[in-house]
T-cell receptor, first 108, second 116 residues
Framework: QKEVEQNSGPLSVPEGAIASLNCTYSDRGSQSFFWYRQYSGKSPELIMFIYSNGDKEDGRFTAQLNKASQYVSLLIRDSQPSDSATYLCAVNNYKLSFGAGTTVTVRA | GAGVSQTPSNKVTEKGKYVELRCDPISGHTALYWYRQSLGQGPEFLIYFQGTGAADDSGLPNDRFFAVRPEGSVSTLKIQRTERGDSAVYLC??????????????FGPGTRLTVL
């Protein structure tokens, strides 16, 4: 079993819709979780982190964490074409363990 | 201020050659990480420095890979006897400290290594 698994993509959503990204992790002791966005040919950039159970909202992004289910998700509301990128889930145990990423395409 | 910088941005080499990849972290960041990203995959951890010492090198794939950070700032990743399977983007990241559970790691632009 991989340490971090993300729902397979690619994910295509129309502009203005909600994009939902899922991630599960295997290490029950993990404490904090990051979502990175990576545009093609660029390096990852952090968009959100979460370490408490529940929801965390930042603008159009909402991260959700359920430690009992070892599950992290990211919702992108009112998706824009500029959100088209690969989204990487990472578990932070001082070193980051990444999932393979989910590629999102927002159709104008 | 300046972000993490990496040189070269691209490196093409022949199988069996030696290469060095350089990372210059954000000023004041004590923690430095190297990752490797293959096409279609997420970054894979290689090695972590806290100051000058390698605190965790468990991700280095074999003894052809070595990294140093002699003065606690710039780091060099060294790959001996390169193989075609070493072709990937090598990413460097730095953070203020590893003490916080949610310390943000800032990534450099990466070095794309191609071994022919």
């Amino acid at each position: 079993q991989k340490e971090v698994e993300q729902n397979s993509g690619p994910l295509s959503v129309p502009e203005g819709a909600i994009a939902s990204l899922n991630c599960t992790y295997s290490d029950r002791g993990s404490q904090s979780f990051f979502w990175y966005r990576q545009y093609s040919g660029k390096s990852p950039e952090l968009i959100m982190f979460i370490y408490s159970n529940g929801d965390k909202e930042d603008g159009r992004f909402t991260a959700q964490l359920n430690k009992a289910s070892q599950y992290v998700s990211l919702l992108i509301r009112d998706s824009q074409p500029s959100d088209s990128a690969t989204y990487l889930c990472a578990v932070n145990n001082y070193k980051l363990s990444f999932g393979a990423g989910t590629t999102v395409t927002v159709r104008a | 201020g300046a972000g993490v910088s990496q040189t070269p941005s691209n490196k093409v080499t022949e199988k069996g050659k030696y290469v060095e990849l350089r990372c210059d972290p954000i000023s004041g960041h004590t923690a430095l990480y190297w990752y490797r990203q293959s096409l279609g995959q997420g970054p894979e951890f290689l090695i972590y420095f806290q100051g000058t010492g390698a605190a965790d090198d468990s991700g280095l794939p074999n003894d052809r890979f070595f990294a140093v950070r002699p003065e606690g700032s710039v780091s060099t990743l060294k790959i001996q006897r390169t193989e075609r399977g070493d072709s990937a983007v090598y990413l460097c990241a730095s953070s203020l400290t590893r003490g916080l559970s949610h310390n943000e790691q800032f990534f450099g632009p990466g070095t794309r290594l191609t071994v022919l």
